[in-house]
């Protein structure tokens, strides 16, 4: 049986799976056995929103996080994509096409571009060395207009229905 998924804001009713799912996340991408998680830390850190991916029972299965940020003015202004998260059986699903969608229609509304995850800088490397830093994952910056392409090709080739 196909599973269906769709993406909402995140609500107070979300709270018990968002938790649930970051202490996925945690485990996944951390190794971390049983996180101590500040949920509203967490939402309250992400001011361009929370969306959860929910199934058809309305339960969540997976999430993705959003701020705007200018890095307190030191550069352009870009859409962080802090966060994100599938629960496995969902990977295959369009959960990740409708976070994608999202994450350009944010983008398209504040006219800005988009940032993958968070990495530092290359200035930075010999500091990692000295202290035998781990590499957990880069960033990546896309141009609105990359932004809009790609959501322009999403949008042609997923169908979404409001419900």
């Not at 769709?6 to 951390?30: H, M, W």
């Not at 000295?130 to 997923?158: C, I, M, P, Q, W």
């Amino acid at each position: 049986m196909k599973k269906r998924v769709s993406l909402k804001l995140y609500e107070d009713k979300y709270r018990n799976d968002l938790l649930v799912l970051l202490a996925a996340f945690a485990k996944e991408v951390y190794n971390t056995d049983e996180p101590v998680i500040n949920v509203d830390e967490f939402i309250l850190c992400h001011n361009a929103g929370v969306y959860m991916v929910v199934n058809d029972d309305d339960v969540g299965v997976g999430f993705s996080s959003f701020s705007v940020n200018s890095y307190f003015g030191m550069k352009d202004t870009v859409l962080s994509n802090n966060y994100m998260f599938i629960d496995k059986d969902y990977r295959r699903t369009k959960a990740m096409h409708l976070i994608s969608l999202q994450s350009g229609i944010i983008c398209l509304e504040n006219g800005i571009g988009l940032e993958h995850f968070y990495t530092v800088g290359s200035g930075s490397v010999p500091f990692i060395g000295r202290l035998g830093g781990k590499h957990l994952f880069d960033a990546y910056e896309y141009s609105l207009e990359a932004v809009t392409e790609e959501v322009n090709r999403l949008k042609s080739k997923v169908n979404i229905k409001d419900r």
